[in-house]
């Protein structure tokens, strides 16, 4: 994912993205899903649910056939997003990008925090950001010697391709994931306009 696609995306949404945004995550990761569970995934109601699938149907980023799924065009440029359980309490969220993101992630990591936090609404939820630039893992302003409890807690993670991460104290299904488009979002955004 770059930068163009992620905006692209949002500004699509931009009217309902705290809740458009995690229902997207959600088709992203499960590829079909029907309604009623998508309204228990989120723990929303089938009413939300149903008004924000429409949305997205209107939108082209959510297809009808026999069963909702993703558009397979929004799924391929977008990418692949996952997160894992790394230890009681301690979630994983790995987003796969290309450069131009991975750049914004090194300059602008702590706006990129703040971006998520807004999101997320609770200022104890994220405890890292950082990213795979393909080589190794950077952890950008993270002390070197906090940086080695983290780098034990990523040691199995096999690290496909470039990616953005988040370390969660507080996860929450989809909604964090979305929280962290969000905020890549957000910082694209700020580029832009600093381009100006």
Not at 48 to 60: D, G, H, V, W
Not at 61 to 88: M, N, Q
Not at 143 to 172: G, T
Request: net charge positive; aromatic share 10%.
């Amino acid at each position: 994912m770059n930068c163009k696609v992620l905006i692209e995306l949002v500004e699509r949404v931009k009217e309902c993205y705290d809740i458009a945004l995690p229902t997207i995550t959600l088709y992203l990761m499960e590829k079909c899903i029907g309604r009623v569970n998508v309204a228990k995934k989120l723990r929303v109601s089938e009413r939300t649910a149903r008004k924000t699938i429409s949305r997205l149907i209107e939108k082209r980023i959510l297809v009808k056939s026999y069963d909702t799924c993703i558009d397979p065009s929004i799924a391929s440029s977008i990418g692949e997003i996952s997160s894992i359980e790394l230890s009681s309490n301690r979630f994983l969220t790995i987003l796969y990008v290309e450069d131009d993101i991975l750049e914004l992630v090194d300059k602008y990591t702590v706006a990129l925090r703040d971006y998520v936090l807004i999101m997320v609404k609770d200022p104890r939820a994220l405890e890292i950001i950082g990213y795979y630039d393909g080589h190794v893992i950077v952890m950008p302003g993270v002390p070197s010697e906090y940086r080695s409890q983290y780098m034990k807690l990523l040691e199995n993670i096999s690290w496909r391709n470039k990616s953005v991460f988040i370390i969660w104290r507080k996860y929450r299904d989809y909604f964090s994931e979305a929280s962290l488009l969000y905020g890549l979002y957000r910082v694209c955004l700020e580029r832009i306009d600093r381009d100006k």
